[in-house]
């Protein structure tokens, strides 16, 4: 299953570190409202820097979105 990861603060950094213990999970892309820390999230894991939620959801390719955003910005 390919994903992608909206949000790539502290939390994001712990699911990167556990996802070689899913190997049915693929991450494929990363955003975040802060531009540098989705390139710099993409340049470490070898994925793609996605600017926003709804370029995510257009990539047909994406199975599941993972959001690690803070809880108030969920909706």
């Known amino acids: 299953m390919k994903l992608a ?20 999970l693929q991450l494929i892309g990363v955003a975040d409202q802060e531009r540098s820390r989705a390139e710099n999230m993409a340049r470490i894991t070898g994925s793609r820097c996605y600017l926003s939620l709804e370029e995510i959801l257009a990539d047909a390719e ?14």
């Open 5 to 24: 990861l909206l949000g790539c603060g502290y939390v994001a950094n712990m699911y990167w570190l556990t996802l070689s213990m899913h190997p049915e």
């Open 62 to 75: 994406i199975d599941l979105v993972v959001n690690l955003t803070s809880p108030l910005s969920h909706y």
